[in-house]
């Protein structure tokens, strides 16, 4: 799985593919090449691309170009932006109920520390 990401994130030009599974993008070949074209000289600015793509750097000067610029992954098929994403039209289907609920929630475990994760003790087989 690790190799498909890696030759993604080369197609695309980007390190970072996150932005773009949360907007749900889809492109042809040339809206890749455009995103490449971008996130290309956006680096090359940047002195942010590495190993042919662009690497987000400490100060956040790539995140904020490339809110600035739309992000490129907002963009579905040929350059058109999405009236929803997936994550608007999640927000979109909640009730008011169901945030009151959450606040609720919240309210109630204030204060409170969540408990770390332990894993469950496992047997080891011992070798003979």
Known sequence: MSELRVKTARLMGRQSLVQYIEDGWK????????????NKRIG?????????????????EVLK??????????????GTHASTTKK?????????????????????NEGEEEEE???APTKRKRNK
Do not use: F, H, M
């Open 117 to 119: 994760y332990q894993p």
């Open 88 to 108: 608007a039209a999640a927000a979109k289907k909640r009730s008011p109920k169901q945030d009151d609920e959450e606040e609720a929630d919240a309210a109630e």
């Open 44 to 60: 090359l600015e940047l002195n942010c691309w590495k190993g042919g793509v662009l690497v987000n750097d400490a100060a956040g």
């Open 65 to 78: 170009i490339l809110a600035a610029e739309g992000g490129g992954a907002k963009a579905t098929t040929n």
């Open 27 to 38: 492109g042809n070949a040339d809206d890749v090449t455009r995103e490449y074209e971008n």
